[in-house]
């Protein structure tokens, strides 16, 4: 088994754990605060992060940590390798019962990631990819959206971003819809199921950074909204945004958006 099979499978069985501890959690009932910022978080929230932990870096000690539900330490940076993970990304969804909620987890290596897999507990489905291995939905390859065109396009995106007035280039027409975790989004493109996700703030690498080695592998572009590519395991862990979409529409998206300023972060 070479390198990269092997942290893949360790991650995935991770995961899978860990969708399975979430369940039982959200069974035996939840405890639910606030965090600052108001985005809520739960007992299941804390209790997978901590058996992630626990698996990722024992079989792993010389990697780096970095987790929603974890406190953040420079330490990290002077790893070569770190786990990126979300134990819980979409965490409303998950505490309603609606099963567009996953558990993204991503190795990152010199600033790239390398394995990754997103496990989406209540449906049944998990993404993998490693990098030159391309990308997988239950072990079957799969490939983003061919789509050459915006007018029809089915895009995962608030309605309401697209729509006004206030764009230089307008937009056509297109379908939206909405997912709750902003990684199942990332590996619904990968799949070709839709043919973009954008978001035009800043979103953490535990939210993005196993999709984006996903639709990557599956032939798709990720990017911010100027179309400036990603780099992981940085001091501060964001991304100015989400651009991301099947090849031929990545450029007709850049194009329209990035007159738009980065926000601050």
């Not at 990697?63 to 134990?87: C, K, M, Q, Y």
């Not at 609606?98 to 209540?122: M, N, S, T």
Request: aromatic share 6%.
């Amino acid at each position: 088994m070479t390198g990269l099979a092997a942290d893949l499978d360790l991650i995935r069985d991770a995961a899978e754990a860990a969708g399975r501890l979430a369940l039982a959690e959200r069974d035996a009932g939840l405890k639910v605060w606030s965090k600052s910022g108001g985005s809520p978080v739960t007992s299941a929230d804390m209790a997978v992060d901590q058996l992630l932990k626990d698996t990722l870096l024992s079989a792993r000690p010389d990697h780096g940590w970095l987790s929603e539900e974890t406190t953040d330490s420079a330490d990290r940076l002077a790893n070569r390798r770190i786990f990126v993970v979300d134990p819980i990304d979409g965490t409303v969804a998950y505490m309603k019962g609606k099963p567009w909620w996953c558990i993204p987890i991503a190795i990152v290596e010199d600033g790239r990631p390398v394995a990754a897999v997103i496990h989406a507990p209540a449906l049944g489905e998990t993404f993998t990819a490693t990098l030159g291995g391309g990308a997988s939905l239950q072990g079957r390859p799969i490939t983003a959206s061919d789509t050459t065109d915006l007018d029809d396009a089915s895009v995962l995106a608030d309605a309401r971003l697209i729509e006004g007035p206030h764009w230089i280039e307008p937009w056509p027409a297109m379908r939206f819809e909405k997912r709750n975790a902003i990684a199942y989004r990332m590996a619904l493109v990968a799949a070709g199921a839709f043919d973009a996700a954008i978001n035009l703030s800043p979103k953490w690498d535990w939210d993005v950074c196993a999709g984006a080695l996903i639709v990557e592998e599956a032939g798709g572009r990720v990017t911010d909204h100027h179309g400036h590519a990603w780099r992981f395991n940085q001091a501060d862990p964001r991304q100015n945004s989400l651009v991301c979409s099947a090849p031929a529409l990545h450029p007709l998206i850049v194009r329209r958006t990035a007159p738009i300023p980065l926000a601050p972060r």
